[in-house]
């Protein structure tokens, strides 16, 4: 069945994939409906040999303003914990290849907590980033209190999270929560970019990579260290580290094969 909140385009550039989360009219909220969605669609991408690197974007208006507030407004403590809406980050948060967010105007509640669940952030100049529960009368509960306090360290996590000030993309960038901004005509194009850049090397390496670096964020440094050095050693079992070397004492462009 097509998903209805979300576009998928399977091959934006060699060996990457695009998600649109399309949901205009409601600022891209994230009912339970879209984020299954989302989790359908990246679990086919994750194990599409042809998609090397996932991009989600919204649109210049809002990546997302947040999980739905209309559909969580009159659910009780006991409806919220049998929905188990969580099961579904635990599932997207398990995506072996890299996503990068590629945002534009609102990154609130929920939608920040999405982008940041992405492994890297190409910002619009346009967009801003917020954590706006608070007013709500509840608080972050897909990671924003965690993720962000570790992105942007807790003076300024503790300010979002606690008044629910939204930051704008130069503040963002500057605290360490994103990648690079760049026009809003731009942001799409550019992520995409970085997509490809990360499409062109060896695809066991990266998501063997990308796992170390996750490892980072739930370990102790020695075993980090650890997980680091197993993941190291396991590359030199694939054909690619072969070509990436061979390649190199040849002068020439590897081509790998994700083998
Ligand atoms: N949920 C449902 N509908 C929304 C949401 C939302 N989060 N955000 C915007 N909309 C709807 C509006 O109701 C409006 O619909 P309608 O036209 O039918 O009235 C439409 O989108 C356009 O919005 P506005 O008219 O409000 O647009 P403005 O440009 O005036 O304002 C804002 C934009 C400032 C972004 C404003 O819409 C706003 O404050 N939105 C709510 C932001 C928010 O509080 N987000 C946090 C939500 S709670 C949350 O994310 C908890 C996460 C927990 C775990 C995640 C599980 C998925």
């Not at 993720?147 to 930051?167: F, N, P, S, Y």
């Not at 490809?196 to 390496?205: F, L, R, Y």
Request: hydrophobic share 45%.
């Amino acid at each position: 069945m097509q998903p209805q909140y979300i576009i998928v385009h399977q091959q934006v550039a060699p060996y990457v994939a695009h998600i649109q989360l399309n949901r205009p009219s409601e600022l891209n909220a994230l009912n339970l409906q879209l984020m299954g969605e989302l989790r359908d669609a990246l679990k086919l991408l994750d194990s599409d040999d042809q998609v090397r690197a996932i991009v989600i974007s919204g649109n210049d208006k809002a990546f997302a303003a947040g999980a739905d507030i209309k559909q969580m407004a009159e659910k009780s403590a006991i409806d919220m914990l049998n929905i188990d809406q969580f099961s579904t980050w635990d599932t997207i948060k398990k995506t072996k290849k890299p996503i990068i967010a590629a945002t534009s105007g609102f990154v609130l509640g929920g939608g920040c907590e999405l982008a940041m669940l992405c492994d890297m952030i190409v910002a619009s100049e346009t967009t801003r980033f917020g954590q706006p529960e608070i007013k709500l009368g509840i608080m972050p509960g897909a990671g924003g209190t965690q993720r962000l306090t570790r992105a942007v360290g807790k003076a300024l996590a503790m300010e979002m999270v606690l008044t629910g000030r939204m930051i704008t993309a130069t503040e963002a960038l500057h605290a360490g929560l994103i990648n690079k901004i760049v026009p809003v005509e731009l942001y799409l194009q550019e992520a995409i970019k970085l997509a490809s850049e990360v499409a062109d090397m060896s695809p066991v390496a990266v998501k063997l990579a990308k796992e170390a670096v996750l490892k980072a964020f739930d370990s102790s440094l020695e075993e980090g260290l650890h997980f680091e050095r197993k993941n190291f050693y396991l590359l030199f079992a694939s054909q690619d580290q072969q070509e990436g070397m061979k390649a190199f004492t040849e002068k020439r462009k590897p081509v790998f094969k994700g083998k």
